[in-house]
Each structure stands twice: as C-alpha cells, then as structure tokens.
C-alpha cells in the first residue's frame, strides 16, 4: 500500500464541520513575515501563527482578512493588496480547517497589537523556530520558497 494512502488516518469526508479562517504572511521591507502568539486562554495558546481570523457568513475571504487586520493589528490595507498564495486543509479534534493563505505587502499604518498578543516579524529561514499549529507548519516551506 502506498505511504500516502491510509484510510484510517484521516475522518470520513462529512464527519467533521469545516471551519474557514484566513490568514496572511505581511511581508515588510527587509523581507520579513509578521508571526503573531495566540493568547493564553485561546485554543493552541503559545503557538505562532499568521494574522487572520475567521471568515463571517456574509464575507469574502478578502473582506474578512481586511476586517481582522484592522482589528488585530490596527493597519488598513485593501482586497487588491492581498495576494492569494496557498492554502491549509488540516483536521483537529473537532472541526476541519480550511484556510486560504494571502501574501500582503503594502497596508497603512504602523502594526500594532490591539487584542494584547504578542507579535514577532521573523526571517523567513528563522520561521521554524517559532512553534506553530500543525494547519500552519506546512506554509513556513512555501513562504520559505517564495521569499
């Protein structure tokens, strides 16, 4: 049987809700990416991962990336600023995830936490040494990559 065939590792297809967030790698001007810490009291607290945030019922992914950047980092940037690069499909406990992840380069204003949490721009070959969410850990090689 084939490595990546095992059709006990993964929950049936329906078995689990979908959950769609989104996130972006801001990348400034020396090249470095914006990691921001979820909070304690949060699932996966510690963990580094992209800004972002879940996408409302009556949200493009865009809107809602625009929306979260305004409200946890305090910058305005616009839908045509935010590129689409890759995506994350990973299952928890509880839910599936799917989340688009968008590559920013140009917003306003100067990146400041609003919800307390902790924010770190890092090298793109020093990304691994932040912990992530397991969803997250597969896009450090594709910024990687890019960058």
Known sequence: MSACFDPN?????GSLPVLLVVAVALVDADGRVLLAQRPPGKSLA???????????????????????????????????CLAPFTFA???YE?????????????WEGDVMP????????????RMGDYPMPPA????????????
Request: aromatic share 8%; hydrophobic share 40%.
């Open 89 to 91: 499909s990973h299952s």
């Open 46 to 80: 510690g963990l580094w991962e992209f800004p972002g945030g879940k996408v409302h019922a009556d949200e493009t992914p865009e809107a809602a990336l625009v929306r979260e950047l305004k409200e946890e980092l305090g910058i305005d940037t616009a839908a045509s």
């Open 9 to 13: 590792s993964t929950p049936a297809p």
């Open 114 to 125: 609003q919800e307390g949490q902790k924010l770190a721009w890092v090298y793109p070959n």
């Open 136 to 147: 997250d850990v597969p896009l450090v090689a594709m910024l990687r990559d890019l960058l």
């Open 94 to 106: 509880s839910f599936h995830l799917l989340m688009p992840l968008y590559v920013c380069r140009v």
